[in-house]
């Protein structure tokens, strides 16, 4: 019954800032023991984890991706957001939102962004 949808800009210019937005429908993203992720996948690193928030807002990053990664949420919209700044061409992939009370019970269909000048 829940559903997510990312959303975003598909090209991003190298050292800018990639913005991505998760639609949750069906369900809370401040559900009790909810937790959502964002996850990224490239032919060369294969899926990826990007980081967590938790349903109280604490939030979990991958150690390679800390310093430039921030993950949020707009509750009056049930959204989950991705910030990810200093983008390089390594950071071209799928992106997906992912979560539930396991954290991988839900995904979006994920969306690709590219970053090139």
């Known amino acids: 019954q829940v559903q997510l949808q990312e959303s975003g800009p598909g090209l991003v210019k190298p050292s800018e800032t990639l913005s991505l937005t998760c639609t949750v429908s069906?369900?809370?993203?401040?559900?009790?023991?909810?937790?959502w992720r964002w996850i990224r996948q490239s032919p060369g690193k294969g899926l990826e984890w990007v980081g967590t928030?938790?349903?109280?807002?604490?939030?979990y990053y991958s150690p390679s991706l800390k310093s430039r990664t921030s993950i949020a949420w707009d509750t009056s919209k049930n959204q989950l957001t991705l910030q990810l700044s200093s983008v390089t061409p390594e950071d071209t992939a799928v992106y997906y939102c992912?979560?539930?009370?396991?954290?991988?019970?839900?995904w979006g269909q994920g969306t690709q962004v590219t970053v090139s000048s």
């Open positions: 992912v979560g539930g009370p396991i954290g991988f019970d839900y």
């Open positions: 069906g369900g809370s993203i401040t559900t009790i023991n909810y937790r």
């Open positions: 928030r938790w349903d109280r807002g604490s939030t």
